[in-house]
T-cell receptor, first 115, second 110 residues
Framework: EAGVAQSPRYKIIEKRQSVAFWCNPISGHATLYWYQQILGQGPKLLIQFQNNGVVDDSQLPKDRFSAERLKGVDSTLKIQPAKLEDSAVYLC?????????????FGPGTRLTVL | QKEVEQDPGPLSVPEGAIVSLNCTYSNSAFQYFMWYRQYSRKGPELLMY????GNKEDGRFTAQVDKSSKYISLFIRDSQPSDSATYLC??????????FGQGTTLQVKP
């Protein structure tokens, strides 16, 4: 079974530029999550989708971050404009709802450096 | 106060040692307590989870939850160099959201 795919793996941009990350979840997984992991910290949930609907985006900085999940499969996370403090690893995870608990499977992440 | 607190370490032990990793949490409503392992430049992977209070054992790993003191522990017996990684505790909300601790970096020296 293929895992969660993310691209690009690494990205370096200047502050105030925009950037987009892509995630392809495990086939059949209806729930998709984007986490931000700053160096030395645990992942923090940015947004959770159930199919193509948003379940939780309470910690998404909506003035600069946006995410979509068209057709309930792939997802993109965008930052526009980027700030220095956005330097982090952006992790995508997916799960098949219904388990007790439903296990989240993480991708390798996209490492973003904002200069 | 953070919802989940975890000592970041780093923790360095000799091969074969017993390792104890710990977290505290603040919200008593949570029922699922998870431990994830994260190798360098990889995503976290679920190691094991515990529902409510009690112990759960899986090979060399034991997870323990004490809900009365809001304390989560992971014990690793006969630690191996391959156990060197960052260990993240997490609590799971009713919507499936995971709230992670800071992570403890463990190094097991041969």
């Amino acid at each position: 079974e293929a895992g969660v795919a993310q691209s690009p793996r690494y990205k370096i941009i200047e502050k105030r530029q925009s950037v987009a990350f892509w995630c392809n979840p495990i086939s059949g997984h209806a729930t998709l999550y984007w986490y931000q992991q700053i160096l030395g910290q645990g992942p923090k949930l940015l947004i959770q989708f159930q199919n193509n609907g948003v379940v939780d985006d309470s910690q998404l900085p909506k003035d600069r971050f946006s995410a979509e999940r068209l057709k309930g499969v792939d997802s993109t996370l965008k930052i526009q404009p980027a700030k220095l403090e956005d330097s982090a690893v952006y992790l995508c995870a997916s799960s098949f709802p219904g388990g007790s608990p439903d296990t989240q499977y993480f991708g390798p992440g996209t490492r973003l450096t904002v200069l | 106060q953070k919802e989940v607190e975890q000592d970041p370490g780093p923790l360095s032990v000799p091969e074969g040692a017993i390792v104890s990793l710990n977290c505290t949490y603040s919200n008593s409503a949570f029922q699922y307590f998870m431990w994830y392992r994260q190798y360098s430049r990889k995503g976290p992977e679920l190691l094991m989870y515990t529902y409510s209070s009690g112990n759960k054992e899986d090979g060399r790993f034991t997870a323990q939850v004490d809900k009365s003191s809001k304390y989560i522990s992971l014990f690793i017996r006969d630690s191996q160099p391959s156990d060197s990684a960052t260990y993240l505790c997490a609590i799971r909300s009713n919507t499936g959201k995971l709230i992670f601790g800071q992570g403890t970096t463990l190094q097991v020296k041969p």
